[in-house]
Structures are given as structure tokens and as C-alpha cells.
């Protein structure tokens, strides 16, 4: 039998930085009783985004983001959208440079990323921030 | 019941810049029937891509088109695949610095977007073009 | 009827390059019996990535390595997750900006790719290495 799981979940931010949310979409699989088919994950924001990454050592990441932040500088003199604060155009282009939506296929009722493969959203405005992510769930539930 | 949809249109683009295609998917979502589920997106093309974007203020977009005409300059003298104009080694990189496929959930009928996340396909030449667009749509249509 | 196909597979890379994979997806899509659908792909790793690119002209895809590794190059100074090499930090970036996970729909049983679109495995690491893939198609099988 085919099952279509479809929700949505909260997260609090803090700033700039990665949160890992491989846990929840692992759960979320479960929850939908899927063991053969694919899970989607979509952020719905536009100055956050989504992003696999390695989740063993956490300087890996620091060092990405302050990749990001050389790459796509506060600072950018030629920005227009500069209402919303200074780091409100590089959160935008930081999203857009990354991904917003990730799926992930399941196989025996595991996602199947590698060992030390985590999701993570990523976070690119200063200040903390609820954000949403939507996940849906498809596939044969024996 | 589970549905399984999918087909394609076309989309006319007047050079470089974003065009949103948002509503056409949630047409394409409504003419499925699908309720709980999956939409998926594809550019069938390797110098256009998609992109969920603000589509609110349109100087976001336009600030975000500089961003990436600066990093991925037409000049840079180390390309070897210069045969179809200037603009087509950029518009290929630039491609792949954004996304050729995106996925959605459904709930209840409805795209899991934020309010001002738009889906825009990224024309990256400078010439008009007529781009194509798949969709497929699956899940629960009860 | 609709099915729901799950698999894995490998792929060996000889260093820094992009390895098409299309055809393996093609033969996957086939195995599966969906004829309308989505077939999802994810590569199992961090230091490498999936992208979708022209396949007809491999100077383009030489151009694209050589932005790459000019945008990211090994020998920037603040990285410190330096254990596993010089090249480990520009691969976790690298794959960082190009794609984890892509998603094709699929329709009278086809891929819905361009006529010269390729998904690639895009090794970012200097050695030789085992990649995993894995691949779920769902959909109507008549």
C-alpha cells in the first residue's frame, strides 16, 4: 500500500549558523510508516536555507561560513534591497548560492545519506528566527 | 487514491532575469488533484535554472542578478567554451551555482511556500529564448 | 497500479572531475516499470556532489572545474578543518555550492531532461574514491 505523509515543523534560530535537523526528518520518515519511496524537505523562507553537509566536526562548517560571509559580503556597496538591514540581500543570495528544497530516497524506512552526511538549515540572518520547514513523506508502506 | 501527474510547458524569456513561474505550478497542482503529496520541478535546459526567490520587492531580485553577473563575469580569459558567444560559459556556471530541480510539498491541496517565496526560472542568456518546464505532481488526491 | 522503487549504487572516480550518470538513471527508471512519475537521485557523501550540466562539449565542464577551484581554492588561509588534506575544505565548499540531491520527473516512462542535459556525480576530492548514489522512482507503472 502507497502512503502520502505530509507536515510541517518549527525551529528556533539564533543567528547565522547551521542546525542540524537530520533527527526530526528521520522521525518524521518513521512517523509516516514509508520503507520504500522519498522524503522532501523545503524550507519556507527565502533568507534561510537548506544544506547537506559533513555533521561529524563542527569547524567544517565554521569554516564554510565564513566562506559565505567573504563571498557574499555585508558590505556590497551596489545592493538596492537595503531596507530590511545589511544583512538581510547577502541572506538572500547566501539561500540562493545554497539549496531550498533536498530530496532524500528511503529504502527499508531509512534515509539514505552517508555516515557522517546531515541536513542541516542554515540560518543567514543576524537575529534569532522561527522558521518552517515542510516535509512530505511518499511511498509503499510494507 | 494515489495520483501520479506530470507534463511539461513552455515559458518565453526576454534575456537575463528572473521570470516567476509560481503560479503556473499551483495551477498545474490544482489540475492534478493531489491534496498530500509531491510537486517536482525541472528546467530542461543547462543555461536556465529555478530559483525560489522574495517576490515581493523586485530590486531584491535585480541586486541578486548583479551579484552573480560580478562573480561569474562574461570577461574572464581562462574559458575554452567560447563557441556560442560570450555569455554562454557564464550562463552555464551560473546555472550551477543555483538549481535545476526543486521539490515542494502539498498539504491540503496547497504548495508548502512562505508568503513571499516565489519559484522564478533564471534566464542566464542574453537572447530570448523559449524555456521548458517539467512538472510532476504525486500523492493522495482524497 | 503505482510503485515505488528504492536502490543504491556505485560509481569509482579517478580525482577531480564530473562523472555522467545519466544513463544509469535511464536504466534504473526502466527497471522500475514507472512510465509517469518522479525518479529522485542523492549522492551519499559531503566532499562530493551531483549537477546537472551540458553533455556534449566537455570544455565546458573543464571550464566549470576551473572556475570552481579558482572560487574555492585550496590554498585559503583561515580554513581550520585541515586534518584530511588541503583538498577536503574546497570539497565540502564545492559541494556545498552545486547540488546533494536532484529530482526528474518522468513521463511515458522517459527522463524529463534537454537533449543535451547530463546529471553528473562531480567527484571534488584528488583521489581516487568509491561514490554511492542512491535512486527512488515512484509513479504509475501503466
Do not use: C
Not at 34 to 57: M, R
Not at 59 to 84: G, K, Q
Amino acid at each position: 500500500m502507497i502512503n502520502a505523509f505530509s507536515t510541517t515543523f518549527s525551529i528556533e534560530t539564533r543567528g547565522i549558523g547551521t542546525y542540524e535537523i537530520t533527527g526530526k526528518i528521520r522521525d518524521l520518515v518513521a512517523a509516516s510508516g514509508v520503507k520504500t519511496g522519498v522524503a522532501t524537505i523545503l524550507v519556507k523562507h527565502t533568507s534561510a536555507s537548506l544544506l547537506f553537509f559533513e555533521n561529524a566536526d563542527p569547524t567544517a562548517r565554521r569554516d564554510l561560513e565564513e566562506f559565505l560571509r567573504r563571498l557574499v559580503p555585508e558590505s556590497i556597496s551596489y545592493f538596492s534591497h537595503t531596507l530590511e538591514g545589511p544583512d538581510d540581500m547577502p541572506s538572500h543570495i547566501r539561500m540562493a548560492l545554497t539549496r531550498t528544497s533536498e530530496s532524500v530516497p528511503v529504502l527499508d524506512g531509512s534515509l539514505q545519506l552517508g555516515t557522517w552526511q546531515g541536513l542541516f538549515l542554515y540560518e543567514h540572518r543576524r537575529h534569532p528566527a522561527q522558521r518552517t520547514v515542510a516535509v512530505s513523506v511518499l511511498g509503499e508502506v510494507e
